[in-house]
């Protein structure tokens, strides 16, 4: 892969392009919803991601050399008071069941990332998460940090994560967002600078991206104006740097 923003831009259309060719040949829906995703009725979550990898090699890339996947599991969602994670089908997983599904999902695909892997009150679970799959995984606190210094400061000393969500419109303020995002280098985490659901337009969170040298931004897939916005602005921002600008690539 081209070290270049614009280059791995392209290889993400071009993949989502080709996933909506693998969804349409099995009859699935191919309607987005509003951060721009496609949501068929799949059958399991390893078709979903067994989906995907087509689509990378339909494409012409390589799964795990060049192209990584990142979940968002957003597992508070599905927890409930007990901490037990009760999914679609009836089924359900303790705490210890969840990690060892997390942990074997990491092992079977070429995982770059997983956020909200557990629920934001399942402590315990975070730690123990971080402790197997932190050394080849990054391990994303959204629901678990909301862009809070002081949460954050607390799940840093306990190890609950490797990585923070930024959220700027969560916290509230620029300031407190930097004093995150500062936290958070300062102790080797990465951050995450991401769109929230309802976007407009507004393109900052690419500036925001770009000034913090955060190296990741997560703003919805390739359509929809108000996330394609965001692309189109980091677009307009490489090419004004030139030669100067840098892209962070992932191991």
């Given amino acids: 892969m081209d070290k270049s923003f614009s280059e791995n831009l392209r290889a993400g259309v071009e993949i ?21 995703g496609f949501a068929p009725n799949l059958k399991t979550h390893d078709e979903a991601i067994e989906l995907i990898l087509t689509a990378i090699e339909n494409a012409g890339y390589k799964a795990g050399s060049e192209i990584k996947i990142s979940l968002d ?28 599904y997390l ?5 079977n695909y070429p995982i770059y990332s997983i956020e909200d892997g557990l629920s934001e009150h399942d402590k315990a679970g975070w730690t123990e998460l971080t402790k197997r799959l932190g050394d080849s995984v990054t391990i994303v606190g959204d629901d678990l940090f909301v862009t809070n210094k002081k949460i954050l400061a607390e799940g840093i000393e306990k190890k609950q994560a490797n990585s923070i969500l930024v959220k700027v ?15 958070a280098f300062k102790n080797n985490f990465s951050a995450i600078i991401s ?11 690419a500036d925001l991206a770009v000034a913090t040298r955060a190296g990741h931004i997560k703003t919805g897939s390739a359509s929809r104006s ?23 690539v992932i191991k």
């Fill in 169 to 183: 419109n969560q916290i509230g303020s620029l300031t407190e967002t930097f004093s995150a995002i500062d936290l």
């Fill in 73 to 100: 599991v957003a597992a508070s969602e599905f927890c409930d008071e007990k901490t037990q994670y009760k999914f679609s089908d009836g089924s359900s997983l303790s705490t210890e069941g969840m990690i060892d």
């Fill in 195 to 205: 769109h929230r659901s309802g976007e407009t337009s507004d393109s900052f969170i």
């Fill in 226 to 248: 108000d996330r394609l916005e965001k692309y189109n602005q980091l677009l307009r921002i490489e090419e004004k740097l030139g030669s100067s600008a840098t892209f962070y």
């Fill in 16 to 36: 989502f392009h080709n996933l909506k060719k693998v969804l349409t040949s099995k009859g699935y829906s191919t309607n987005v919803g509003d951060e721009g």
């Fill in 103 to 107: 942990e074997k999902l990491a092992k």
